[in-house]
């Protein structure tokens, strides 16, 4: 997977060419983002760290009263530590896709060998993330378990999928963006790219929609909305005039979803852009 990507992305990144300047990632670029992760970091071990003395409130005139007492404040403190589980799992899985990325840029960015690559390892090292991974369902178009989602997190993402069914294809665009950035790590993150994929296309902006894609892609390779993902990137590739590299992300949906309905549009697609 971590090659395919290196493919799509360099292919992205010379498409690029026509763009201005202010498009060009330059290495101070990649150092700051490498800065903010660590801020990140910083502010994760923070939460490890007590702000005072425990004071629960167990008072009661009874035994059965401080009883009450007690449940009530143990599922207190069990919700938190669901919440605070579910905030350290989002920031490990979005920092290690940040990393991945930022591997990506500087290997292309030195003139390296994309292609020699291997998987990004955990933030942190490995996690029971990785280990409870669901499997991919056997229809990919049914709704998956979404786990714990933020407060706002569905209405944001329900409003902005609602903009693109109305045609709405900037306002789309823009709020599948924002929801990029307000909820890092998100579950709802690869059917979110994957839309706003869709949206850049309807705005003419091939090259954006490319990058949604391959996000949607490497966000979860294995998931519900991988197959469409890989074929919509070599789609777009194949509109960048990227015929080499779309043939060869194309033919890999029918390699790792044969059963898919986007293998067989694969194999459409790769029948019209003259794949060998």
Not at 123 to 135: C, F, S, W
């Amino acid at each position: 997977m971590m090659r395919i990507a290196g493919w799509v992305l360099a292919a992205v990144v010379a498409t690029a060419g026509v763009a201005s300047a202010q498009d060009q990632q330059t290495l101070a670029d990649i150092r700051q983002e490498l800065t903010v992760l660590h801020v990140e970091v910083q502010r994760l071990k923070r939460e490890f760290s007590t702000t005072g003395s425990p004071a629960p409130n167990l008072a009661g005139s009874s035994v059965l009263e401080r009883v009450d007492a007690i449940e009530a404040e143990l599922q207190r403190l069990t919700r938190q530590t669901e919440q605070l589980n579910q905030r350290v799992q989002n920031i490990v899985t979005d920092g290690t896709n940040r990393i991945g990325d930022l591997e990506f840029r500087l290997v292309e960015l030195e003139g390296g060998d994309l292609s020699t690559l291997g998987e990004t390892s955990t933030l942190g090292g490995e996690t029971e993330i990785t280990a409870a991974a669901p499997a991919t369902p056997a229809n990919p178009t049914a709704p998956t378990d979404q786990g714990e989602l933020a407060v706002g997190e569905r209405a944001d993402f329900d409003a902005a999928s609602q903009a693109l069914a109305d045609g709405n294809y900037q306002a789309a665009a823009d709020q599948f963006a924002t929801f990029e950035t307000s909820y890092p790590g998100s579950p709802l993150a690869p059917e979110a790219n994957l839309k706003r994929g869709r949206a850049l296309v309807g705005i003419g902006d091939t090259r954006e929609a490319a990058r949604a894609f391959l996000a949607s892609f490497t966000g979860d390779s294995e998931g519900a909305f991988a197959p469409e993902a890989l074929f919509e990137l070599g789609s777009a590739l194949g509109r960048l005039g990227q015929t080499d590299q779309a043939c060869i992300t194309l033919g890999e949906v029918g390699v790792r979803f044969p059963s898919s309905t986007s293998a067989t549009n694969a194999t459409q697609e790769m029948a019209s852009l003259g794949c060998s």
